[in-house]
Nanobody
Framework: VQLVESGGGLVQAGGSLSLSCAAS????????MAWFRQTPGKEREFVSG????????YYAESAKGRFTISRDNAKNTVYLQMNSLKPEDTGVYYCAARLAAPADTIVIFANYKTYTSWGQGTQVTVSS
């Protein structure tokens, strides 16, 4: 599975951005997709995840109520709508994919080491 992110950019605090992750290759309904964020000197941080089937969805506490993850099967694309952005949302956002496990939980979704496919990342900068 190949992943290509787009949609990053510079936005003022309080603004919105929509990220896209276009997937190519064989995407199965049992795939797990996720968005991670990384800043210099830190490990990749889980932001949100979704099964390719559409449910369930998971969010980091910092993203709840502000971000929405979704997917479009026809376009093989996963989206992350980010509203009410804060300076601490700044970072490189990566899309990731792997086969889902029957016992997936948010703890497993949030573990970046379990993912087998990654995009190149897209920069999001939120100014104060």
């Amino acid at each position: 599975v190949q992943l290509v992110e787009s949609g990053g950019g510079l936005v003022q605090a309080g603004g919105s951005l929509s990220l896209s992750c276009a997937a190519s290759g064989r995407i199965l309904s049992t795939y797990a997709m996720a968005w991670f964020r990384q800043t210099p000197g830190k490990e990749r941080e889980f932001v949100s995840g979704i099964r390719w089937s559409g449910t369930p969805t998971y969010y980091a506490e910092s993203a709840k109520g502000r971000f929405t993850i979704s997917r479009d099967n026809a376009k093989n694309t996963v989206y992350l709508q980010m509203n009410s952005l804060k300076p601490e949302d700044t970072g490189v956002y990566y899309c990731a994919a792997r086969l889902a496990a029957p016992a997936d939980t948010i703890v497993i979704f949030a573990n970046y080491k379990t993912y087998t496919s990654w995009g190149q990342g897209t920069q999001v900068t939120v100014s104060s």
